[in-house]
């Protein structure tokens, strides 16, 4: 039962991938996504003392919180490394779980280029509380004071109408950028379409060529004037990428929290979208990650693989499920896909059952194509990923193929991948669990404590103790390793 301040809160509805059969369609395609967004917000819901409603939960973007340790490229020619890896599915030994990682090229602080960045914010009455706009501000206080001299920040406000609080200002006058957030007020109705349309024209008067334009909407996402719908200010953000201005946004507060609005203009803006419940949380992003969440090294990034079905009978990739793209939009170069920063890791985990396996949930086709042959009969799948290097408009296309012979190695699955797999095991649990079986919150917390590896900043740890604080909310299953379906 959702309460009261539950129920205001908009997410988008999300239809859980579903097993696919090779044979039938053996191609998946999917844009990255590097938002975290989705486990904050879940974190908290936990921390208040429900479990989240099972649209809040983005698998990917709790999968993605977390970094991992992949290797990353030599240089910036390259702008990411791609790494990947097999092993049995904790929660079914009769399928496997395969792991692709991507890591962006690790920029140093003073390769990144000149920002100029402009904070459009909410000010409007759904703001007054303590974790919507003191939260806020104490939030772009952290980021101001990690910019440089050459930077540009402008800040501009909506409630019942626009308007601009600090022209462009250089970095160098910070005291006049924090002065400008600390006369913020909030009171009236929420114009945020009217505040889009000033912020970018901002943007562009301050634009910085060869830097980092972005604009950062800090909101509850709660617009109430002018043309509110979705869909229409989806159009206009999307329209507005071919000026080289992109859109992050970092979404606050509870009660009324518009997540289905906030996520997707983050994803049609060429940014990305944080939930701060915390001002940890807004150090994690503004300022430990500060290179990844300004400075793009890859935009439209697309992920293609194809399986062989001559060895692998289904198979289902776990989240993404409002970034997946048409088989012909790997190829076209026009089809919008996902950024990736400097530094950030991206996952993706795919559960796959072979060939003659009793992973099977899927009767087989009655007139199923022949399967596969060399040249492929050595692989079990393929990789293809297309990505372009900033300011390009043509795509580059890395290839990776995975052979046959990492399917039931006998080499322990690496730390990382398993408390990947923990998390993406929580994400379903919390979607209620459908290709779970017994595998309940208990082994995911003992999975989770088991694989944390070094945990500098004790994100990791922190995980384990909501996975305890699920269990103990939900007493259908607290402590039974049973799920809902």
Same mark, same amino acid.
Do not use: C
């Given at each position: 039962?959702?309460?009261?301040?539950?129920?205001?809160?908009?997410?988008?509805?999300?239809?859980?991938?579903?097993?696919?059969?090779?044979?039938?369609?053996?191609?998946?395609?999917?844009?990255?996504?590097?938002?975290?967004?989705?486990?904050?917000?879940?974190?908290?819901?936990?921390?208040?003392?429900?479990?989240?409603?099972?649209?809040?939960?983005?698998?990917?973007?709790?999968?993605?919180?977390?970094?991992?340790?992949?290797?990353?490229?030599?240089?910036?020619?390259?702008?990411?490394?791609?790494?990947?890896?097999?092993?049995?599915?904790?929660?079914?030994?009769?399928?496997?779980?395969?792991?692709?990682?991507?890591?962006?090229?690790?920029?140093?602080?003073?390769?990144?280029?000149?920002?100029?960045?402009?904070?459009?914010?909410?000010?409007?009455?759904?703001?007054?509380?303590?974790?919507?706009?003191?939260?806020?501000?104490?939030?772009?206080?952290?980021?101001?004071?990690?910019?440089?001299?050459?930077?540009?920040?402008?800040?501009?406000?909506?409630?019942?109408?626009?308007?601009?609080?600090?022209?462009?200002?250089?970095?160098?006058?910070?005291?006049?950028?924090?002065?400008?957030?600390?006369?913020?007020?909030?009171?009236?109705?929420?114009?945020?379409?009217?505040?889009?349309?000033?912020?970018?024209?901002?943007?562009?008067?301050?634009?910085?060529?060869?830097?980092?334009?972005?604009?950062?909407?800090?909101?509850?996402?709660?617009?109430?004037?002018?043309?509110?719908?979705?869909?229409?200010?989806?159009?206009?953000?999307?329209?507005?990428?071919?000026?080289?201005?992109?859109?992050?946004?970092?979404?606050?507060?509870?009660?009324?929290?518009?997540?289905?609005?906030?996520?997707?203009?983050?994803?049609?803006?060429?940014?990305?979208?944080?939930?701060?419940?915390?001002?940890?949380?807004?150090?994690?992003?503004?300022?430990?990650?500060?290179?990844?969440?300004?400075?793009?090294?890859?935009?439209?990034?697309?992920?293609?693989?194809?399986?062989?079905?001559?060895?692998?009978?289904?198979?289902?990739?776990?989240?993404?499920?409002?970034?997946?793209?048409?088989?012909?939009?790997?190829?076209?170069?026009?089809?919008?896909?996902?950024?990736?920063?400097?530094?950030?890791?991206?996952?993706?985990?795919?559960?796959?059952?072979?060939?003659?396996?009793?992973?099977?949930?899927?009767?087989?086709?009655?007139?199923?194509?022949?399967?596969?042959?060399?040249?492929?009969?050595?692989?079990?799948?393929?990789?293809?990923?297309?990505?372009?290097?900033? &300011?390009?408009? #043509?795509?580059?296309?890395?290839? =990776?193929?995975? *052979?046959?012979? !990492?399917?039931? /190695? @006998? $080499?322990?699955?690496?730390?990382?991948?398993?408390?990947?797999?923990?998390?993406?095991?929580?994400?379903?649990?919390?979607?209620?669990?459908?290709?779970?079986?017994?595998?309940?919150?208990?082994?995911?917390?003992?999975?989770?404590?088991?694989?944390?590896?070094?945990?500098?900043? &004790?994100?990791? #740890?922190?995980?384990?103790?909501? =996975?305890?604080? *699920?269990?103990? !909310?939900?007493? /259908? @299953? $607290?402590?039974?390793?049973?799920?809902?379906?």
């Amino acid at each position: 039962m959702l309460n009261r301040e539950e129920d205001r809160e908009n997410y988008a509805l999300l239809d859980t991938n579903p097993v696919k059969q090779a044979a039938a369609e053996p191609v998946s395609t999917f844009s990255v996504d590097v938002d975290t967004g989705a486990y904050a917000n879940v974190r908290r819901f936990l921390n208040d003392g429900q479990l989240p409603p099972a649209d809040a939960v983005r698998v990917e973007e709790m999968i993605n919180y977390f970094s991992y340790d992949y290797r990353p490229p030599t240089d910036r020619t390259q702008p990411f490394s791609v790494a990947t890896e097999v092993a049995r599915t904790p929660w079914n030994a009769q399928t496997y779980l395969l792991r692709i990682g991507l890591k962006g090229y690790e920029a140093p602080r003073a390769a990144r280029p000149p920002a100029n960045l402009v904070f459009l914010l909410d000010v409007s009455g759904s703001m007054d509380s303590p974790d919507k706009l003191p939260l806020l501000v104490a939030s772009l206080k952290m980021l101001t004071n990690q910019l440089r001299d050459d930077d540009r920040i402008s800040v501009v406000v909506y409630a019942g109408a626009a308007g601009v609080v600090l022209e462009p200002t250089a970095g160098s006058d910070r005291s006049a950028v924090l002065t400008a957030l600390e006369q913020l007020r909030a009171g009236g109705s929420t114009a945020g379409g009217e505040g889009i349309a000033l912020a970018y024209a901002m943007a562009q008067r301050a634009f910085i060529k060869g830097g980092i334009n972005r604009i950062i909407l800090a909101t509850d996402g709660d617009f109430n004037v002018g043309d509110t719908r979705v869909e229409t200010l989806k159009d206009y953000v999307a329209r507005q990428r071919a000026t080289g201005v992109s859109l992050s946004v970092l979404g606050f507060g509870t009660g009324n929290l518009n997540d289905e609005m906030t996520e997707q203009l983050a994803n049609v803006g060429n940014g990305a979208y944080a939930y701060i419940d915390t001002l940890q949380e807004a150090r994690k992003v503004l300022v430990e990650q500060l290179g990844s969440t300004l400075f793009t090294i890859a935009g439209d990034t697309k992920i293609q693989v194809e399986f062989n079905p001559g060895v692998v009978a289904e198979y289902r990739l776990i989240g993404y499920e409002n970034r997946m793209l048409k088989t012909e939009d790997f190829n076209n170069d026009k089809v919008d896909a996902g950024e990736i920063g400097a530094g950030h890791t991206v996952t993706a985990l795919y559960e796959i059952a072979l060939v003659g396996s009793k992973g099977l949930r899927l009767d087989p086709l009655r007139y199923a194509p022949p399967a596969a042959s060399a040249p492929s009969g050595g692989e079990f799948a393929f990789v293809k990923l297309r990505y372009k290097l900033p &300011g390009e408009t #043509a795509s580059t296309l890395m290839e =990776v193929p995975l *052979a046959r012979t !990492l399917l039931g /190695g @006998t $080499a322990s699955p690496s730390a990382d991948f398993r408390f990947a797999a923990a998390v993406a095991a929580f994400g379903q649990k919390l979607r209620h669990g459908a290709y779970l079986g017994e595998f309940g919150w208990d082994r995911i917390a003992a999975l989770a404590s088991e694989s944390r590896g070094r945990d500098e900043h &004790g994100y990791r #740890a922190e995980f384990v103790n909501l =996975v305890k604080t *699920a269990a103990g !909310l939900d007493p /259908g @299953t $607290a402590g039974s390793g049973t799920t809902r379906d």
